[in-house]
């Protein structure tokens, strides 16, 4: 059975639905978290020809090219015959990959938490769109809505940390959309073929998020060659080529019809 929107309606919906609405209850109702400012201490302060911190400045051109292909691909066939909620967030994710590119590089250009906020208003407009995308495929969604929705509680949260202080909304909101993704990947059955390739995409952003931890870590043992946080740059970046490579390759199953 259908809802309003088209979501199938299933114990597994409705699971997935009360997680969402829980995650959102603790991000409201959990005491307020500040920004820790070591956080901007980088491993790796090299200046190169002008640019300071060049390695997490330029890793971002990586970020770039990825959008521009994906922005490339969302007009596709194989896109396009998607229902519109899901080649809509896709494009919505690719477009917000390209304002990571550059916010990311004005974030590392000279660390702080004003320009961090520059950084993550675009990254809401990545996960929450790619989360978005996914129910709408799965659920088949006929609007926008939950696109718009999805979004704007995303960068709703970082304009909240900007003026309250308070980071806790946006670290469950990013933590809860990749734990929503990976529940939907498992519950909920999808029409569309390649969906191997959300593994290895999974894995970068996986990899990414250890290489973050580990910064200092990967620079002393690379001999100050190249930090954690570049890598995670890189890494993160390569969750999107394989994702591109799904979309290119994608068609409709013919067990499960949309």
Same mark, same amino acid.
């Given at each position: 059975?259908?809802?309003?929107? $088209?979501?199938?309606?299933?114990?597994?919906?409705?699971?997935?639905?009360?997680?969402?609405?829980?995650?959102?209850?603790?991000?409201?109702?959990?005491? @307020?978290?500040?920004?820790?400012?070591?956080?901007?201490? =980088?491993?790796?302060?090299?200046?190169?020809?002008?640019? @300071?911190?060049?390695?997490?400045?330029?890793?971002?051109?990586? %970020?770039?090219?990825?959008?521009?292909?994906?922005?490339?691909?969302?007009?596709? @066939?194989?896109?396009?015959?998607?229902?519109?909620?899901?080649?809509?967030?896709?494009?919505?994710? =690719? =477009?917000?990959?390209?304002?990571?590119?550059?916010?990311?590089?004005?974030?590392?250009?000279?660390?702080?938490? $004003?320009?961090?906020?520059?950084?993550?208003?675009?990254?809401?407009?990545?996960?929450?769109?790619?989360?978005?995308?996914? %129910?709408?495929?799965?659920?088949?969604?006929?609007?926008?809505?939950?696109?718009?929705?999805?979004?704007?509680?995303?960068?709703?949260?970082?304009?909240?940390? #900007?003026?309250?202080?308070?980071?806790?909304?946006?670290?469950?909101?990013?933590?809860?959309?990749?734990?929503?993704?990976?529940?939907?990947?498992?519950?909920?059955?999808? @029409?569309?073929?390649?969906?191997?390739?959300?593994?290895?995409?999974?894995?970068?952003?996986?990899?990414? =998020?250890?290489?973050?931890?580990?910064?200092?870590?990967?620079?002393?043992? *690379?001999? $100050?060659?190249?930090?954690?946080?570049?890598? #995670?740059?890189?890494?993160?970046?390569? *969750?999107? %080529? %394989?994702?591109?490579?799904?979309?290119?390759?994608?068609?409709? *199953?013919?067990?499960?019809?949309?």
């Amino acid at each position: 059975m259908q809802g309003a929107g $088209g979501s199938v309606r299933s114990p597994r919906v409705y699971a997935l639905a009360v997680i969402a609405v829980l995650l959102a209850i603790a991000a409201l109702v959990l005491p @307020p978290y500040a920004q820790p400012q070591g956080y901007h201490q =980088f491993a790796d302060r090299r200046s190169w020809l002008g640019i @300071p911190n060049m390695g997490d400045v330029a890793s971002n051109a990586f %970020f770039l090219l990825f959008a521009v292909i994906g922005l490339w691909t969302v007009r596709l @066939p194989s896109v396009r015959a998607m229902n519109k909620a899901a080649s809509h967030a896709y494009a919505l994710m =690719f =477009f917000g990959l390209l304002l990571t590119a550059f916010g990311s590089s004005y974030y590392h250009w000279s660390p702080s938490d $004003g320009r961090l906020v520059w950084d993550r208003l675009p990254m809401t407009i990545v996960f929450m769109p790619l989360l978005a995308a996914t %129910f709408a495929e799965r659920l088949r969604w006929r609007s926008d809505i939950g696109l718009i929705a999805l979004t704007l509680w995303g960068v709703g949260t970082v304009v909240y940390w #900007k003026f309250s202080g308070n980071l806790l909304p946006y670290l469950i909101t990013q933590g809860g959309s990749i734990l929503l993704l990976l529940l939907s990947l498992i519950l909920l059955p999808t @029409p569309w073929s390649e969906r191997r390739w959300l593994v290895p995409a999974l894995a970068c952003y996986a990899l990414a =998020f250890a290489c973050e931890q580990l910064d200092p870590v990967a620079f002393r043992a *690379t001999g $100050g060659l190249v930090s954690g946080h570049t890598i #995670k740059h890189v890494a993160a970046a390569f *969750t999107f %080529f %394989f994702i591109i490579r799904m979309l290119q390759r994608q068609h409709l *199953t013919m067990d499960i019809q949309q």
